[in-house]
């Protein structure tokens, strides 16, 4: 997936080519794969939050 040309313009360029950097040695694996126990754990916790919000009840 590219990244539109000025997405990250509001960053220095040596800000924006450490970032490049790090999200290039990014690696997603495919379908199938599990999630971390603590990033599956705070994706339960937002999308229990986005229920309560569309709901109604808040939920901050």
Known sequence: MQI??????FLK???????LVAAGKLRVTGPGAQLHKDIAAHKENCERWLKRRVEGSGGL
């Open 4 to 9: 539109g040309e000025n997405a990250l313009a």
């Open 13 to 19: 360029d040596e800000d924006r080519k450490t970032l």
